[in-house]
T-cell receptor, first 112, second 118 residues
């Protein structure tokens, strides 16, 4: 089954404790992206990657890092999480020439 | 300025009736794409329908259709014969073209929460 898999689905952590949210897709998509969803704001892009070793900032990249060492994986790293990073996070992927972005199930993060 | 505007924070519809969710957009690109996603209470984002700016026909996917009015910059989602399972948050999104630098992201509206009543 074609899918985007995020882990964990739920995470509660404390300020300053580094964490990684993993994202993997099995569709051989070139493009992958991370979004955060906050009430009243819809989804906003954090980072995206056009292919292996090619990443770029989205609209809200501060406090986040990403890497793309393999085509299927695109982890999101929070080096020193803060309470304002409490949010619902989505990973998405699409084919390089495609239009449709397919989303993972989401990761609900709470930073205390 | 907001690029995607969804003016209806919440909507109610009776089961089996049709409902229209509004979306207006703002772009100076000639080439762009418009999307609708559904987010049920479980939280996942489900792709519903896509309309390209050069598509002459309105997109349809089963009970979903996109009423695309280019001159008015609107891309309303029409759900026919509503079902209880349609109760969810609905997001309109846009992907701009290369010229505006927005090719590599989706811009989302704030969403409309739809409740279907039996």
């Amino acid at each position: 089954e074609a899918q985007v898999t995020q882990n964990p689905r739920y995470l509660i952590t404390v300020t300053g404790k580094k964490l990684t949210v993993t994202c993997s897709q099995n569709m051989n998509h070139e493009y992958m992206s991370w979004y955060r969803q906050d009430p009243g704001l819809g989804l906003r892009q954090i980072y995206y990657s056009m292919n292996v070793e090619v990443t770029d900032k989205g609209d809200v990249p501060e406090g986040y890092k990403v890497s793309r060492k393999e085509k299927r994986n695109f982890p999101l790293i929070l080096e020193s999480p803060s309470p304002n990073q409490t949010s619902l996070y989505f990973c998405a992927s699409r084919a390089g020439t495609g239009n449709i972005q397919y989303f993972g199930a989401g990761t609900r993060l709470s930073v205390l | 300025a907001q690029k995607i505007t969804q003016t209806q924070p919440g909507m109610f519809v009776q089961e089996k009736e049709a409902v229209t969710l509004d979306c207006t957009y703002d772009t100076s690109d000639q080439s762009y794409g418009l999307f609708w996603y559904k987010q049920p209470s479980s939280g996942e984002m489900i792709f519903l329908i896509y309309q390209g700016s050069y598509d002459e026909q309105n997109a349809t996917e089963g009970r979903y259709s996109l009423n695309f009015q280019k001159a008015r910059k609107s891309a309303n989602l029409v759900i026919s014969a509503s079902q209880l399972g349609d109760s969810a948050m609905y997001f309109c999104a846009m992907r701009e073209g290369y010229r505006s630098g927005g090719y590599n992201k989706l811009i989302f509206g704030a969403g409309t929460r739809l409740a279907v009543h039996p």
